[in-house]
């Protein structure tokens, strides 16, 4: 089983649609990240947790949301979906002991039409 | 300056060749280097952190220069299975500035 999971996989839906990803993580890790990336852009950081309820905007946050409700899991919304919020997002789990890296889940496809 | 810069390439190498890929940074403060590659489409896998004295991890050396703020990665020996894209990543001392670089692209051919 893989240690950072995302679901879902892929997801086609409408604009102005909510929208919810989610990660789980069996590595234990207490920092959780979530990212985007664009084709020419790279990743970009949304918004990133250090512990159960703790919740830091990242680079690029706005049009988003995230829950952190346990460690081991870590969502991200979309309240009301825009076509510009196409892209590709990862999931990302940390240990802070050895101040990084960064373990990625598969990613989730995702379109807005 | 951007926070973190590669060149994107497409670096296009045959089997057997020796290619080297640079990234600087522009946080002097910056702490924690490592060096991604991430298949097309898909998630990016830690390929060797970065340490100041240099490490070496069979056919790749990593190397990082704080004075002119810039890390390096070679590739000696290149196999087709090296085609990918390279990232370089930059962490502060929190841990709480994660940035990533565009990334470069290998294509390594018969």
């Known amino acids: 089983d893989a240690d950072v999971t995302q679901t879902p996989r892929n997801r086609i839906t409408k604009t102005g649609k909510r929208i919810m990803l989610e990660c789980s993580q069996t590595k234990g890790h207490d920092r959780m990240y979530w990212y985007r990336q664009d084709p020419g852009l790279g990743l970009r950081l949304i918004y990133y947790s250090f512990d159960v309820k703790d919740i830091n905007k990242g680079e690029i946050s706005d049009g988003y949301s995230v829950s952190r409700q346990a460690q081991a899991k870590f969502s991200l919304s979309l309240e009301s979906a825009i076509p510009n919020q196409t892209a590709l997002y990862f999931c990302a789990t940390s240990d802070p002991l050895s101040q990084g890296p960064q373990h990625f889940g598969d990613g989730t496809r995702l379109s807005i039409l | 300056r951007k926070e973190v810069e590669q060149d994107p390439g497409p670096f296009n190498v045959p089997e057997g060749a020796t290619v080297a890929f640079n990234c600087t940074y522009s946080?002097?403060?910056?702490?924690?280097f490592f060096w991604y590659r991430q298949d097309c489409r898909k998630e990016p896998k830690l390929l060797m952190s970065?340490?100041?004295s240099g490490n070496e991890d069979g056919r790749f050396t990593a190397q990082l220069n704080r004075a002119s703020q810039y890390i390096s990665l070679l590739i000696r020996d290149s196999k087709l299975s090296d085609s990918a894209t390279y990232l370089c990543?930059?962490?502060?001392?929190?841990?709480?500035?994660?940035?990533f670089g565009k990334g470069t692209t290998l294509s390594v051919s018969s």
């Open positions: 990543v930059v962490i502060n001392q929190a841990g709480t500035a994660l940035i």
């Open positions: 970065v340490y100041s």
């Open positions: 946080n002097s403060a910056s702490q924690s």
